[in-house]
C-alpha cells in the first residue's frame, strides 16, 4: 500500500494566524448561530448550537483555547464542524480561508516549533505559496474534560429528542 503523497487542508485564522487542517476531518462550515451556554463547561466551550433539529453540535472557542484575545463584537466568525474521535465538535474560528492541496513534504512537526502548555494542540508546520500554516492536532485539541461535557451534551440532546418524539 502506497501512502498518499498530497493532502488536502482546509485553511482558517484566529487572532491574525493561519492554521489548517485536514478536509477529511470537516463535515461542514456554518455561520455563526445562537449559542446555547453549558454550565459547568470547560472554559473554552462556548456551548451548544442546534445546527438541524436532532443535532445538538458542542462549540469550543479556539480564541480561548489558545489563551488568546476575544473576538472582537464586530467579527462574526464561522464554525468547523469537524467530527473528533466520533464525536461532533463545531470549532469556532474567525474566518473560513480556502482548500488547498500540499505535498506531504511541505509538512514538518512542531516538536522543535511549538513549547509549553499549548504546544500538543498542533501537529506541525506547512508552508504553501509563501504562508505559514499551523496544523491542528484535533484528538490533542480536546481535553478529556472536553470530551467528558461533550459526550454528556449529546447524550442529553438524544435523551431529550427521544422523550419530544414519544
Do not use: W
Not at 8 to 20: C, G, H, I, K
Not at 61 to 79: C, M, V
Not at 94 to 102: F, M, R, S, T, Y
Amino acid at each position: 500500500m502506497t501512502l498518499p503523497e498530497r493532502a488536502q487542508l482546509l485553511t482558517f485564522t484566529v487572532a491574525r494566524d493561519e492554521y489548517a487542517l485536514d478536509i477529511l476531518r470537516v463535515r461542514e462550515i456554518a455561520r455563526p448561530l445562537p449559542v446555547r451556554q453549558i454550565p459547568g463547561a470547560p472554559s473554552a466551550q462556548v456551548g451548544v448550537v442546534h445546527l438541524r433539529k436532532t443535532e445538538a453540535i458542542p462549540i469550543l472557542d479556539l480564541r480561548r483555547r489558545f489563551d488568546l484575545n476575544a473576538r472582537p463584537e464586530a467579527e462574526t466568525g464561522r464554525i468547523i464542524v469537524c467530527v473528533v474521535e466520533g464525536r461532533l465538535v463545531g470549532l469556532f474560528v474567525d474566518e473560513v480561508l480556502d482548500v488547498i492541496q500540499v505535498d506531504l513534504e511541505s509538512i514538518s512537526g512542531g516538536e522543535h516549533v511549538f513549547r509549553g502548555a499549548s504546544a500538543d494542540y498542533f501537529a506541525g508546520i506547512c508552508h504553501h505559496n509563501g504562508r505559514l500554516l499551523v496544523l491542528l492536532n484535533l484528538k490533542r485539541l480536546l481535553s478529556s474534560e472536553d470530551r467528558i461535557a461533550i459526550d454528556a451534551v449529546q447524550k442529553q440532546a438524544r435523551d431529550f429528542i427521544v422523550q419530544e418524539t414519544e
